[in-house]
């Protein structure tokens, strides 16, 4: 159910004017005849749930995004995520070039010193 799309402009829009006409601007626009019946009603009564209650429910109101996306596209998304970390790890278990040590600020502190230093 694809009911959003994303939109980017290319200029020469008759409505907008700007320097650069939003060349490169993007917007999502809301398809309402995207999807089967069901899935409009479904839609609706989301949007009507969240209209009703947005005052008392303080979460995050996502529901119109999790009904788009299905379990499958997660799937696919965290065995992605996985092989990407799991191809930069070492073999050891550690990551490469990863700074988290105090050393990381030590060069730049030495090297400032040190100009201090000879400059006065």
Request: glycine residues 4%.
């Amino acid at each position: 159910m694809q009911m959003w799309k994303l939109k980017i402009a290319g200029g020469k829009e008759p409505w907008l004017t700007t320097i650069n006409n939003h060349v490169g601007r993007q917007h999502w626009e809301f398809d309402s005849e995207a999807g089967t019946p069901q899935e409009r009603a479904h839609i609706e009564q989301v949007r009507q749930d969240f209209k009703n209650n947005r005052f008392r429910v303080k979460q995050s109101a996502d529901l119109l995004m999790r009904t788009q996306v299905t379990e499958a596209a997660v799937a696919t998304t965290l065995r992605r995520a996985i092989t990407f970390y799991s191809s930069i790890q070492a073999h050891d278990g550690h990551w490469p070039a990863e700074c988290t040590s105090p050393f990381f600020f030590f060069p730049p502190m030495a090297s400032f010193l040190i100009t201090l230093l000879l400059g006065s």
